[in-house]
């Protein structure tokens, strides 16, 4: 964080010196774009507040060049322009983020071009690609920020003060009370990561379970957990795509996948869905990152972190995806700031990563993490993104728990925070 | 339940015996409308069963004239003609509509017609008429079927074996304690019945409320308790629309309204929570009857028992009023199950009542209330009715808890069950 970063190209236009009245104008123009911002802008000698509050951090543009890139439409042009070393933030990174994520809801929803992107179609090859370019960075990146099990989705703190390492578990743990597995049962998993909640299922629960993956980096790596834990019998990793999913299976679960599937192709994900699940036994569990209004991602994260992605509003989730699959929704739990403590830990892993070195990737790279790590953090800390965590069952099942409380206090197994750890 | 009534109306049409013949074909043309129902259909001598399956009732038409009614559409013209007497269920009238509903899944969705009525606006002046319609049957009348406290929402059961007086209370601390209620606050109740949670929240947790509703028998009834109970000076109940609630409070709360409201006029109450919320601070809690997928309700239902009613799905009531009201949905749970067994509780209440002569009305308002609650019932257990209760904030408030573990175990107030009782 705050990392010192000089610019990578010094502008050519800084001899004309047009007077510092254009640079001024420049600066209000952003400012005026960003919202009511408590951020000072600045240029050279000329600084700009973006509201009448104090401002929390300054974001320090290193010459008109970059300012006249960003006038137009800084939220498109901030996240390169910042990875390049050209804008640096003075003060606290996610501060600064956070009071731009609050201003930018008083400047208007998403025009219309962006909305349309959230349309096109996703196949096959294009998920492959979309999830080769995020997940397939290398395990050994990954493994240098995440916990010790590799869970790349939002954690469960059942207390404020837990460890990143129980709060993953806690999650999965979590997951597999809301969906009252039993030994013996079998759960397709959609978009399984590095293996750790199918794992998890079939060590703790005795399940079996078919986990499906595109992203070949992970299924290696889950394929070699599953091993090296003898669960090679109860778990079969898939590098194949959801759409691949068949045959039946007592439970669903797809957590941070759904984010990746693209809306037009909604309807081939209920029917996956609808043809696993039993209709009188079955119960399912989707996890994503949500909206409350629709609204494309930001569209430096959709270019540079997650193409294709798009955080689906609930009432899409379900009119897309449940209702068209048959199912009733049991229960929702919006874990927002579950996942905003996560993006913090894995921020500062992710820092101290770098600062030891275990970090490769070259210093725009590693500035465009930070952001997407810190920019993540701001979002779900202002309700710019949501996480829902969603249990449905098919509808007129009868299978589904009669109240919550034994998910927060279960006699056999003790409280949920006393997750097993292996 | 299962009272022989003999038919009203002798049949003109009796004489004419134009063969058993046609009377079969009336049976198998109405069966096919019913779908695949375990159901024995019987006029006269008559009878074919609706399915391969072993009936669990018979339905018995008192004669061809009715049969010949009910052929077009049997699903508008049933709860007529049974209120009626003139066609009978022999065995259990819950399990024959059970059967029914689960069959009614197979043939086909709303008509056009039925989803514009849907459409239709509400206006202040309706509402009123409507809610008179139904609330204000008497008092009396209510008393003889309803807990001790008079509450006509679902109720929840903590645990499966508690009675309904005890269910009632806990729904309301549950409630209460989703909308983590302190001391001091202030509540806006909108739809507030006989006004058993507004005291409930003014008592039991110290909150002031301001409690709305147009039905004239349910106000008197509620500013009643609140003096027999000292409570006048924290909650006042106001004789008035949803619409009228002005200023701000902590927090919202309306359990059973959400179904009177209309969906025309969703973006009127949006704007109600809007202005009743602090943008930091506010909470808000719906409780309403939905659907999987967007339907009306039973077209007997609405014209006889809740005019102008619909039961939204989850995504109607998120896209119709929460996203518009600028909130996130913190929370949902789908008390389904929970409303089978209160509409059970009150049927076996309501029955009793009938049979000690405490109920008053003719039979055929007896007769047509017993449907509605059976009905309602088989609605609930077929998961064509759901119950969602849903915890909302506005977007980047900070309020809502970390994690739901002390709504079902507190320290200081013991486990939920424990409710208080007054």
């Known amino acids: 964080m705050g990392a010192t970063v000089r610019p990578v190209v010094p502008s050519s236009w800084g001899h004309f010196h047009p007077g510092t009245g254009f640079d001024r104008w420049l600066l209000r123009k952003v400012a005026a774009r960003i919202g009511p911002a408590a951020l000072r802008l600045t240029v050279g000698e000329n600084s700009v507040d973006a509201s009448d509050l104090p401002p929390v951090a300054t974001v320090r543009f290193c010459d008109r060049r970059t300012l006249l890139a960003l006038a137009p439409n800084p939220h498109r042009r901030f996240g390169d322009e910042y990875a390049n070393g050209r804008i640096e933030v003075e003060g606290d990174l996610l501060f600064a983020l956070e009071t731009a994520y609050r201003a930018r809801r008083h400047v208007g929803r998403a025009g219309p071009l962006a909305r349309v992107l959230t349309l096109l179609p996703h196949w096959p090859g294009l998920d492959r690609r979309n999830i080769h370019r995020h997940y397939d960075l290398g395990n050994s990146f990954y493994r240098q920020w995440l916990d010790e099990r590799m869970v790349y989705t939002c954690a469960y703190f059942d207390s404020p003060d837990a460890s990143l390492e129980h709060a993953q578990v806690a999650k999965m743990e979590l997951v597999c009370r809301k969906l009252g597995l039993r030994p013996g049962e079998s759960v397709v998993e959609v978009g399984c990561g590095w293996g750790a909640l199918a794992l998890h ?183 710019s993104l949501q996480l829902f965590q969603v249990l449905f069952a098919p509808a007129g099942a009868r299978t589904t728990p009669w109240t919550r409380a034994t998910w927060y206090h279960d006699h056999e197994r003790g409280p949920a925070c006393s997750v097993p750890t292996s």
């Open 201 to 383: 299922m079939a060590r703790e629960h005795g399940v079996h379970v078919r986990a499906f993956n595109v992203s070949h980096e992970q299924v290696r790596y889950a394929r070699e957990q599953a091993r090296m834990q003898g669960l090679q019998d109860r778990v079969r990793f898939l590098e194949a795509d959801y759409r691949r999913a068949t045959g039946t299976a007592d439970a669903f679960v797809s957590v941070g996948m759904l984010e990746h599937v693209g809306k037009a192709s909604y309807g081939e994900l209920a029917r996956v869905i609808a043809r696993t699940l039993d209709p009188r036994t079955g119960r399912g569990l989707v996890h994503f990152i949500g909206r409350d209004v629709p609204r494309p991602l930001d569209p430096w994260i959709r270019r540079r972190i997650f193409p294709g992605a798009y955080a689906p509003t609930l009432d899409e989730a379900c009119r897309g995806v449940l209702a068209p699959a048959g199912m009733s929704v049991i229960d929702v739990e919006n874990l927002r700031a579950h996942y905003a403590k996560t993006l913090r830990e894995w921020r500062e892993r992710f820092e101290r990563a770098v600062e030891e070195g275990r970090v490769g990737f070259d210093e725009p790279f590693r500035r465009a993490w930070r952001l997407y790590l810190a920019g993540s953090e701001a979002a779900f800390l202002t309700g």
